[in-house]
């Protein structure tokens, strides 16, 4: 937690000067693309309260394509157009960012999630020189054969297809050159903007724009680690080893680095394909068989697919599912499967007070000041709901509607609770798409009550508790009768130390410290006065009886002196304290 507030007042105070604003920039050509752009959508009076008006002009010139019917539609809208228009690399920022609905509006959520992550490919001879970089090698000493034309092209990088020289077919994914340049120039223009966004917009620090922003960038530089990619691939897999209804592709370590990743190439029918053209019996068997493995994945492993968009799924041979793109995963822990199935459960139930008590758990502090009035708004958006089959419920809504209670009470929440809340909308439509019929309800209920029977009331599970507990407890009675023999061996000995960490005090000891030195510099001053009246008294008297003069007066009244100056400080300190 320090680490990102020391970041954030770091970028504050660097680039507290608008003066020098733009000049920080390591490419002045792109901040003004983004200004235009902002510009083209009806957002120069943002640029004019974070005092950017100087720049407005000059960006106005870069403005193309203008369309009058822009005035006309949302803010939201014309935020996700304007990372539309920004290219690839926003479009991206946008894709990520509405995982967190913890972060931005629903309703901004909701247009990020209209995003297509598509771009432009870059030549296969740019890939090769990539590949040759990265493993040591050149790509006709690596593979037998290497498509230069790409199968598939996003923001971040594009799949080539290639065949080992062993026969076996790959699909090689090639992160785009000086990528990560490109992402650091953008993030720092955005890092600028969200700064001054905080420093001149009113109430612009509590949606906490540079927050955005550092979460952005953490997404992203995982995104960039394609050998953390293929960890989550092999991982996966793992969990599916004994399921033949779902496939994983091997990943190939020897040719897979943080730039390149060579896993084996699936040749499968596309779900758009499937959709189209596969029987109403088969549609149906996959939109159980995908109901079933995304609830899996949640509820039995704890790890599952963050994005299973129709794009990342592909029909294989006997129906078996394959899932693509594993940059993006969703990891829960027990007690956190525990706790999302409690929620569905007081959904499904219509019990406020069950999902109130469980939201209470989730949070950071595991407190909710305003518990009464949660419960009643949670109470107030099931009634939508009731007498409403959970199958027949638009998830959506119904997500949105819980996301949308918790940020209105600023309830601090895992950010992985929000990536399975955006999975399992995503799967909905997924699912609806291949049988519109199709009640999820018929099979998440039952599976939330078998999973909790399994976890608390199985007679099996509680007697695995049990054993746990009572092995336990014996290690500790075991290692407490050796604390206990050290202890008194240490007592006998005159050893034993007392430890205490105070906390709270330092401003209470600093205080008395104060007190105290003012105490003995109050003692010193009447000291002196005393000392040097009687002196000064003394030599008088001497002098009164005819004993010859002594030069003892002088320090006398220097005495005095110091004496003085120190009252006059010690209660000029007094004063101003008090004011």
Known sequence: MWEKQFFASAMRRFFLNTKSFVTKFSNLKRFRQIISVLIKYGFSNVLHDIKLDRYINSARKLITGYNPEIESISRWQKMRMVLEDLGPNFVKIGQILSNRPDLLPADLIIELSKLQDSAEPFAGDEAKDVIAEELGRSVELIFKEFDDVPVASASVAQ???????????????????????????????????????????????????????????????????????ASHIEQFGENFVYDDSIYVPIVYREYTTSKVLTMEFVDGIRFSDFVQNASEERLKKIARRITRLIIKQVFEYGYFHAD??????????????????????????????????????????????KIVNVLQRMTEIGYIENKDKLEKK???????????????????DLFYDVINTIMSFRLKILPDFFLLIKSVVTMKGVISKLDPDYKIDDYLKPMLYNFYYNKHVNPRKIAEDIYTSASGLISLLRTASDDMRELFEQLKRGRLTISLDHKGFDGAVSRFEKTGNRIVLSVIVASLLISSSLTIAALIMMSKINIPEVNGINFGFVGMMVATGLGIFLLLSIIFRKS
């Open 159 to 229: 799949v080539h297809r290639a065949v080992l020289h062993d026969g076996t077919v790959v699909a090689v994914k090639v992160q785009r050159p000086d990528i990560e340049k490109i992402i650091k120039t953008d993030i720092e223009i955005l890092f600028n903007l969200a700064m001054l966004l905080e420093k001149f917009v009113k109430g612009m620090d509590i949606l906490n724009p540079i927050s955005i922003i550092e979460e952005y960038n953490k997404a992203i530089n995982m995104e960039l680690d394609f050998i953390l990619e």
């Open 378 to 396: 949670i109470n107030e958006f099931l009634k939508k709901y009731a007498g409403v089959s959970l199958g027949k419920i638009d998830l959506s």
């Open 308 to 353: 299973p968009h129709p794009g990342n799924i592909f029909i294989l041979d006997n129906d078996r599912v394959c899932f693509l793109d594993y940059g993006l995963m969703g990891n829960l822990a027990f007690k956190q499967r525990e706790q999302v199935t409690e929620i569905l459960m007081g959904i499904a139930d219509r019990e406020a007070g």
